[in-house]
Structures are given as structure tokens and as C-alpha cells.
């Protein structure tokens, strides 16, 4: 099914099962988990996994639909299980829902990032990656149109959870949202990504990037973020990406590589995160991932406290925030960051790398990449060991990066450091 609609439209849901009946809940998760709808799938139908699923999708008829009217823009879960046996889970699916009033309700838009779910979902075989595929094979092209796994409980829900229990008002839509509905973008004054969000079309950047020269904020409390570029095909129901086998890549052999389906890194795409976010895989890497630095303490460490991100939090220059409680830690999985030359214990952007001019380092914690995941690139420096890196910069709007995929961790822990940053940024740019 599609993973976004208006609110107020009718979701359709393609199943395939077997039995008499199950039953079915839809719970929209905020603030809280809240059950907005329930009931029957009566005699369902079971039908065959086409072999190329995984990449173009299972083509179900529509076995479930769900009415929408007047439910509220978010993230809605739906649960199914037996009623025979144990009342148990057996399945699960997710929609977004965007507002029908784009602006009317919130100024804060929090797009989420459903392109990674995608990209790591390895149903019927295939993953844009090799660890999880069929025989250990990295698909290329993978299918919107297949059961998902959503990484929204690990990454954006305890953000959302801390925002709209704090009283922040979200309006929600889709990475694809950004490249099918851009229009929706000038309603807002802030616009977030939150935890992993990896894979980006180059619809989806030019929107994004034209949004902050035009005065948009925009606020990264993500990391690893616009790493990969992706192609939408069949209108948005699938992404093709042969990242570090670009020269299969049908563009490559073309005279324009802008929508080369590798690194935005890469010489060849030539289009660095750097100059959206500020920093960039290629600089940051792993924190207590990947066998680098698995002993990192999880923090931050302050260098400009004076600036405006912190203040309410009494940091001093040198001190470590972030990783006040164990399980909570902010820097860790994957970090961007930027190429950096430090003068008197202070670090500044060499700005080479593409980070903007005027991009003010607020705060670092070290990173590197595993080799085997870098190494395939001719251009990489063997053994560089780089940094995640918080700042910001301003462009027609406002952007701000926590350089990190697990920033939402201290959300959820509590901690007083990064609450006060997070309120300082919402209440900021936000309003």
C-alpha cells in the first residue's frame, strides 16, 4: 500500500493470508500509543509471492480499507492477529497520514525517513544490502509494494513522543512527500528529519534546498543523513540504487551523472550532503558501532557554549554532554561530520569538503568508518578517522545538524543537556 495519504482518505491495504477471519487495530503513535480503529478481515485470500517481489512488488488485491475521516496528520500502525489460538501479533503494516490543511495546525513539519526503511527492508529476498540478502546479494531496486519494516520505534517515535507530550505541535509526512507533494513545504517554518535517514532522490534535495534559500528552517536531529542518492521509479513506488556498484548504473555511461545512484559524495555526482546539511558521511562514520570506537563514552563535547543552541544548559568549552545514563547515549551507529582544522583546542570547517561558509562547529565526538565499507571508494584516505559534528548555518533559513543517528536516545532518557538544545531549536526556528 502506499506509505502516505491525505487524511481524511480511505488507506487501501493489500493482504495475503489464510484462515476464516483476523482481526485488525490501527493505532496512531504520538504522544502516546492510541487506538483510533478496529475490526474484522473476513474470509481473507492467500496469494502467491511473485519471485521479483522484492523488487517490483507483490501486486495483492486491496483486502483491507481503512476510513480516515477526520483523523489527525501522523503516523498510524496496524496490527493483525488470529482469532483462532493464541491473541497474538501476526502482522503489522504503517501509513502516514499528511494534513489535508498543510500549516493550519502545526509550523513544524517532521518528514520521516520511510526511503531507509525501504532500503533495509530485506522482505522476499532483497535489501539494498548483501548482509541480509538472498545468498548474501544487494538488490539494486527495491519495491515500496512488499511488507515493510519501519525503523520509525527506533529512531523517530521517541521523538515524537517527547515533542507532543511537551506540547509541540507536529504535522507528519514522507521522505517521498518531499519529491511528490513539495508544494506542502512553504506552509512551515521548521522542517525536521530525525534519526536514519539515508536515502535521498534528487527531488527530494532540490525541494529541500530551495525551501532554505527561500527562508525555510531546517533542522537534521539525524545522522547519516542524505548519504545515498536514490531514483523514484514507477511514480514513487520503488527505489533503485547501485551505490558502490555505480558503474552498473545505466547513468554512469551517460555524459550527465547528477542522478548517479551512488554516494552524493561521490567526484562523479560531485553534489556533497555537505552543502544541505553542513556535514557529511564521507568525514563522520561509527561510535560505538562497527568496531570503531566501541569504548566512546556516547558524548558530546561542548566548544562554543555561548552560542544560542545552548543556552539553559550552563555548558563550559571541553565539557561532555549527551551521555548521562546508560542505554541514552546521543552520538553513536552512524555520524556525519566535516573536515576540520582545529586552533587553540577549537575546531573550524575547512569548508573543502563543501560544509558552507559560515557553519559554526558547536560540538564533537570522534568517528570513523569500518574498512569495508569505505574502502571500495578510490578517493577514500585509508585510516582517516573523522567526527560527528553538531552546527549550524544560515542560508535564507536556518539549518541545524546534530551529526548523529541516535540524538532522539537522550530524548528518551531524559537527559536535561539535550532536552533544553531540542527546545531551544523548536522554540528558535519553529515559531
Given at each position: 500500500?502506499p506509505q502516505?495519504y ?8 493489500r493482504?495475503?493470508?489464510q484462515?476464516?477471519s ?12 492510541e487506538?483510533v ?9 492467500a ?6 517481489a ?11 480499507t481503512?476510513?480516515?475521516a477526520?483523523?489527525?496528520s501522523g503516523?498510524?500502525a ?5 482469532t ?5 501479533d501476526l502482522?503489522?503494516a ?12 502545526a509550523?513544524?513539519?517532521i ?5 531507509t526503511?525501504?532500503a533495509?527492508?530485506n522482505?522476499a529476498?532483497y535489501s ?11 538488490g ?9 519494516f519501519s525503523?520509525?520505534?527506533r529512531?523517530?517515535?521517541?521523538f515524537?513522543?517527547?515533542a507532543?507530550?511537551?506540547g509541540y ?7 517521498l ?28 534535495r ?12 531546517v533542522?537534521?536531529?539525524?545522522g ?11 511514480e ?8 558502490q556498484s ?9 555524459s550527465?551523472?547528477?542522478t ?6 561521490h ?10 546539511t ?18 566512546g ?7 562554543r557554549?555561548e552560542h544560542w543552541l ?8 571541553g ?7 546508560p542505554?541514552?547515549k546521543v552520538?553513536?551507529?552512524e555520524?556525519?561530520g566535516?573536515?576540520?582544522v582545529?586552533?587553540d583546542?577549537v575546531?573550524f570547517p575547512?569548508?573543502a569538503?563543501?560544509?558552507p561558509?559560515g ?5 564533537t ?9 569505505c ?16 552546527g549550524?548555518?544560515?542560508?535564507g533559513g536556518?539549518v541545524?545538524?546534530?551529526g548523529?543517528t541516535?540524538w ?5 532518557g531524559n537527559?536535561?543537556?539535550v532536552?533544553r538544545?531540542?527546545?531551544n531549536?523548536?522554540d528558535?526556528?519553529?515559531?
Amino acid at each position: 500500500m502506499p506509505q502516505s495519504y491525505l487524511a481524511g482518505e480511505d488507506v487501501k491495504v493489500r493482504l495475503s493470508c489464510q484462515g476464516d477471519s483476523y482481526w485488525y487495530k490501527v493505532f496512531r503513535l504520538g504522544a502516546a500509543k492510541e487506538e483510533v480503529a478496529s475490526g474484522m478481515v473476513e474470509n481473507p485470500s492467500a496469494h502467491d509471492i511473485p519471485k521479483d517481489a522484492s523488487a517490483r512488488g507483490c501486486r495483492w488485491p486491496v483486502g483491507l480499507t481503512i476510513h480516515t475521516a477526520n483523523w489527525k496528520s501522523g503516523y498510524y500502525a496496524v496490527t493483525f492477529g488470529s482469532t483462532k489460538g493464541r491473541n497474538v501479533d501476526l502482522a503489522d503494516a504503517f501509513f502516514v497520514l499528511r494534513p489535508r490543511q498543510p500549516g493550519r495546525d502545526a509550523r513544524v513539519l517532521i518528514q520521516l525517513a520511510t526511503n531507509t526503511y525501504n532500503a533495509y527492508t530485506n522482505w522476499a529476498g532483497y535489501s539494498l544490502y548483501a548482509y541480509h540478502g538472498r545468498h548474501r546479494v544487494q538488490g539494486r531496486r527495491v519495491s515500496f509494494d512488499r511488507p515493510q519494516f519501519s525503523q520509525f520505534p527506533r529512531w523517530e517515535e521517541p521523538f515524537v513522543r517527547w515533542a507532543e507530550k511537551s506540547g509541540y505541535a507536529l504535522d507528519y509526512c514522507t521522505n517521498l512527500d518531499l519529491e511528490f507533494h513539495p508544494e506542502m513545504l512553504r506552509h512551515y517554518k521548521l522542517v525536521l528529519s530525525v534519526g536514519h535517514d539515508e536515502y535521498w532522490s534528487a527531488p527530494m534535495r532540490d525541494a529541500v534546498e530551495k525551501y532554505i534559500e527561500s527562508g525555510g528552517n531546517v533542522t537534521f536531529f539525524s545522522g547519516n543523513t542524505c548519504c545515498w542518492q536514490v531514483r523514484t521509479e514507477e511514480e514513487g513506488r520503488a527505489l533503485a540504487c547501485w551505490k558502490q556498484s555505480f558503474g552498473d548504473d545505466p547513468v554512469y555511461k551517460s555524459s550527465d551523472h547528477k542522478t548517479l545512484t551512488s554516494l552524493w559524495s561521490h567526484y562523479l555526482v560531485d553534489r556533497p550532503e555537505n552543502t544541505l546539511t553542513g556535514v557529511g558521511f564521507l568525514w563522520g562514520g561509527y561510535h560505538r558501532s562497527h568496531e570503531q570506537f566501541m569504548d566512546g563514552s556516547g558524548a558530546f563535547t561542548a566548544h562554543r557554549p555561548e552560542h544560542w543552541l545552548f543556552a539553559g544548559t550552563n555548558l563550559k568549552r571541553g565539557d561532555a554532554f549527551g551521555a548521562k545514563l546508560p542505554g541514552y547515549k546521543v552520538v553513536g551507529y552512524e555520524c556525519d561530520g566535516c573536515e576540520l582544522v582545529w586552533k587553540d583546542g577549537v575546531p573550524f570547517p575547512t569548508h573543502a569538503d563543501g560544509t558552507p561558509k559560515g557553519f559554526e562547529v558547536l560540538a564533537t565526538a570522534p568517528a570513523r568508518w569500518h574498512p569495508d565499507d569505505c574502502e571500495w571508494y578510490e578517493r577514500w584516505q585509508k585510516g582517516r578517522t573523522g567526527n560527528a559534528v553538531m552546527g549550524t548555518y544560515t542560508r535564507g533559513g536556518t539549518v541545524v545538524t546534530v551529526g548523529t543517528t541516535d540524538w532522539a536516545f537522550g530524548l528518551r532518557g531524559n537527559d536535561p543537556n539535550v532536552v533544553r538544545i531540542t527546545k531551544n531549536v523548536l522554540d528558535k526556528l519553529g515559531k
